[in-house]
């Protein structure tokens, strides 16, 4: 058994899209249009053919709460692996991503948070030696 997919719940499509391509640097796989949104999902370009993340419509009514109380308590939706987390911050702070928080050791890694815009925080983490 093995992860094929994971989800982040977004509010714009197309707004995730260039986010998560332009900014973070991950790859379009997919967009297959289905009614008024898409199946869109982006990989790793370390990786074309490994995990997808979906960016997926928050239209359910259980999104908006459900995101809102996370952000309201700082909690990351999900956590993205890379190298070196201060780095990271460096280029992404450089093209105008906010952090909620700046990257901070504890422990065996190193964390920074993001807003994606599309009303997720997101955790980028690497791991210390």
């Known amino acids: ?21 332009e900014v973070l640097g991950f790859q379009k796989k997919n967009d297959i249009p289905l009614g008024e949104a898409s199946w869109l999902t982006v990989v790793s370009p370390d990786e074309p053919d490994g995990v997808e993340l979906v960016l997926e419509p928050s239209e359910h009514p259980a999104v908006k709460p459900f995101k809102e109380a996370l952000v309201r308590d700082g909690i990351p939706f999900t956590s993205f692996a890379v190298d070196d987390v201060a780095k990271e911050y460096e280029r992404l702070t450089e093209l105008g991503v906010r952090f909620t928080q700046a990257p901070t050791a504890m422990g065996p890694v190193t964390t920074a948070v993001l807003d994606d815009t599309c009303g997720n925080l997101i955790q980028l983490a690497q791991m210390n030696e």
């Open 1 to 21: 058994m093995r992860i094929n997919l994971t989800s982040v719940m977004v509010d714009d499509q197309a707004k995730a899209l260039r986010f998560y391509t």
